[in-house]
T-cell receptor, first 116, second 109 residues
Framework: GAVVSQHPSRVICKSGTSVKIECRSLDFQATTMFWYRQFPKQSLMLMATSNEGSKATYEQGVEKDKFLINHASLTLSTLTVTSAHPEDSSFYIC????????????FGPGTRLTVT | LAKTTQPISMDSYEGQEVNITCSHNNIATNDYITWYQQFPSQGPRFIIQGYKTKVTNEVASLFIPADRKSSTLSLPRVSLSDTAVYYCLVPYGNNRLAFGKGNQVVVIP
């Protein structure tokens, strides 16, 4: 149980285009999902908290107009990187918190984004 | 914003027990302590979670002293596949998790 999937697993896009990444909780409902970014040899950095049915909450320094988050259902959150640039190339990871087990958080496998 | 402190790295031989201690001096009364394992280019994997005393599952044990200002993850008889980064996490504000640098464990044959 407690599986979180991400799609795609890796994506290459051209500078200036937008990319959407999906995060799904497969066997539980998640009112809250989180989006992280991880650069090589570094730790995960929390970007934003995605709440089902409401606006996302962004961490300081994260541009909300560049990283659009939509949490339309209890099992799906999407992150859209708009007007991507090479410096947005990173490993994006989502996590989901079980709505009935609030202390447990499960992570997706990550999405490798490369902007050329 | 990481609320935890861990050693940066440690090496261990196959078959040995590995103990990783984490400091969380400002842990709140209701906070759980959670440990994750991460391999390169993968998302963190849940290992174990605890609130106090001792918790054991099929892969690890977690020891939490009475003051809860630290915790120790114990991996029994490690194998090469246990080489990974281990993170100790305590939530803050709406159960957000702030990852510190983690502990790179390298298992040597």
């Amino acid at each position: 149980g407690a599986v979180v999937s991400q799609h795609p697993s890796r994506v290459i896009c051209k500078s200036g285009t937008s990319v959407k990444i999906e995060c799904r909780s497969l066997d539980f409902q998640a009112t809250t999902m989180f989006w992280y970014r991880q650069f090589p040899k570094q730790s995960l950095m929390l970007m934003a908290t995605s709440n089902e049915g409401s606006k996302a909450t962004y961490e300081q320094g994260v541009e909300k107009d560049k990283f659009l988050i939509n949490h339309a259902s209890l099992t799906l959150s999407t992150l859209t990187v708009t007007s991507a640039h090479p410096e947005d190339s990173s490993f994006y990871i989502c996590s989901a918190r079980d709505r009935f087990r609030l202390y447990e958080q499960y992570f997706g496998p990550g999405t490798r984004l490369t902007v050329t | 914003l990481a609320k935890t402190t861990q050693p940066i790295s440690m090496d261990s031989y196959e078959g040995q027990e590995v103990n990783i201690t984490c400091s969380h001096n400002n842990i709140a009364t209701n906070d759980y302590i959670t440990w994750y394992q991460q391999f390169p280019s993968q998302g963190p994997r849940f290992i174990i979670q605890g609130y106090k005393t001792k918790v054991t599952n099929e892969v690890a044990s977690l020891f939490i002293p009475a003051d809860r200002k630290s915790s120790t993850l114990s991996l029994p008889r490690v194998s090469l596949s246990d080489t990974a980064v281990y993170y100790c996490l305590v939530p803050y504000g709406n159960n957000r998790l702030a990852f510190g640098k983690g502990n790179q464990v390298v298992v040597i044959p």
